[in-house]
C-alpha cells in the first residue's frame, strides 16, 4: 500500500483557517487521497476525496499538488468542534479496498 | 446511506475469558465489511475484511477470528482474550467511496 505521511499535531485559533498537510511521494497514478476525521469516542468519519483536481464541499477543501505527491485539507475556519485527528490515506478502486489508516495529524482549536 | 450498529458499547472481560462483538449493517447490500481496532493513542489497525458471506480476510494473524454468517452480519470472536486485546473496536464499511464506521465498543481486558 501507498503511504502517507502526516504531521503528528498541529494547531490552530479558533475560527482562522487551518491547512493539514500530507506527503504521499509513493502515491500511483489510480490512488485517490481521502481525508477523514475522527473525534473522541467516536468512529472516522468521512471528510472529502480527490484524485487530480482541488475539490470543495461543505466541509472542507482539498488542494493536490501538481504531481500528486502531496495535499492538504483546508478548514476554512476552524471551530471547536473540528478538534479532532485527521487521516489522510490512499485508495484505489478495483475490488476490495484495503485501508491503510496511520497515526493521523491531532489538531488542536484554540478558542 | 447506511447505519452500522455495534454492541455493546463498552465491554470489560478479564484475560482468558471468550469474546463475541457483533456488527449489524442496515441500508445496504453485499457490503464490503471490516473490523479494525485502535488501541489507546494510535492509528486503527485493520484486523479483518469480508467481501461477502464466509468470505473472511485476516490482515493480523492473532487471538481473534471473524465470521460473517449473513449478508449484512459480521462478527469479531476470541476464545481467549489477552491483555494485548484491549482497545477500540469498530466496524466498517464501503459505500461507493466513503467507507463508513460504527460507534465501536470499548473493550477493556483485565
Same mark, same amino acid.
Given at each position: 500500500?501507498?503511504?502517507?505521511?502526516?504531521?503528528?499535531?498541529?494547531?490552530?485559533?479558533?475560527?482562522?483557517?487551518?491547512?493539514?498537510?500530507?506527503?504521499?511521494?509513493?502515491?500511483?497514478?489510480?490512488?485517490?487521497?481521502?481525508?477523514?476525521?475522527?473525534?473522541?469516542?467516536?468512529?472516522?468519519? /468521512?471528510?472529502?476525496?480527490?484524485?487530480?483536481?482541488?475539490?470543495?464541499?461543505?466541509?472542507?477543501?482539498?488542494?493536490?499538488?501538481?504531481?500528486?505527491?502531496?495535499?492538504?485539507?483546508?478548514?476554512?475556519?476552524?471551530?471547536?468542534?473540528?478538534?479532532?485527528?485527521? /487521516?489522510?490515506?490512499?485508495?484505489?478502486?478495483?475490488?476490495?479496498?484495503?485501508?491503510?489508516?496511520?497515526?493521523?495529524?491531532?489538531?488542536?482549536?484554540?478558542? | 446511506?447506511?447505519?452500522?450498529?455495534?454492541?455493546?458499547?463498552?465491554?470489560?472481560?478479564?484475560?482468558?475469558?471468550?469474546?463475541?462483538?457483533?456488527?449489524?449493517?442496515?441500508?445496504?447490500?453485499?457490503?464490503?465489511?471490516?473490523?479494525?481496532?485502535?488501541?489507546?493513542?494510535?492509528?486503527?489497525?485493520?484486523?479483518?475484511?469480508?467481501?461477502?458471506?464466509?468470505?473472511?480476510?485476516?490482515?493480523?494473524?492473532?487471538?481473534?477470528?471473524?465470521?460473517?454468517?449473513?449478508?449484512?452480519?459480521?462478527?469479531?470472536?476470541?476464545?481467549?482474550?489477552?491483555?494485548?486485546?484491549?482497545?477500540?473496536?469498530?466496524?466498517?464499511?464501503?459505500?461507493?467511496?466513503?467507507?463508513?464506521?460504527?460507534?465501536?465498543?470499548?473493550?477493556?481486558?483485565?
Amino acid at each position: 500500500d501507498a503511504k502517507t505521511t502526516q504531521p503528528n499535531s498541529m494547531e490552530s485559533n479558533e475560527e482562522e483557517p487551518v491547512h493539514l498537510p500530507c506527503n504521499h511521494s509513493t502515491i500511483s497514478g489510480t490512488d485517490y487521497i481521502h481525508w477523514y476525521r475522527q473525534l473522541p469516542s467516536q468512529g472516522p468519519e /468521512y471528510v472529502i476525496h480527490g484524485l487530480t483536481s482541488n475539490v470543495n464541499n461543505r466541509m472542507a477543501s482539498l488542494a493536490i499538488a501538481e504531481d500528486r505527491k502531496s495535499s492538504t485539507l483546508i478548514l476554512h475556519r476552524a471551530t471547536l468542534r473540528d478538534a479532532a485527528v485527521y /487521516y489522510c490515506i490512499l485508495r484505489d478502486y478495483g475490488g476490495y479496498q484495503k485501508v491503510t489508516f496511520g497515526i493521523g495529524t491531532k489538531l488542536q482549536v484554540i478558542p | 446511506s447506511q447505519t452500522i450498529h455495534q454492541w455493546p458499547a463498552t465491554l470489560v472481560q478479564p484475560v482468558g475469558s471468550p469474546l463475541s462483538l457483533e456488527c449489524t449493517v442496515e441500508g445496504t447490500s453485499n457490503p464490503n465489511l471490516y473490523w479494525y481496532r485502535q488501541a489507546a493513542g494510535r492509528g486503527l489497525q485493520l484486523l479483518f475484511y469480508s467481501v461477502g458471506i464466509g468470505q473472511i480476510s485476516s490482515e493480523v494473524p492473532q487471538n481473534l477470528s471473524a465470521s460473517r454468517p449473513q449478508d449484512r452480519q459480521f462478527i469479531l470472536s476470541s476464545k481467549k482474550l489477552l491483555l494485548s486485546d484491549s482497545g477500540f473496536y469498530l466496524c466498517a464499511c464501503d459505500e461507493s467511496y466513503e467507507q463508513y464506521f460504527g460507534p465501536g465498543t470499548r473493550l477493556t481486558v483485565t
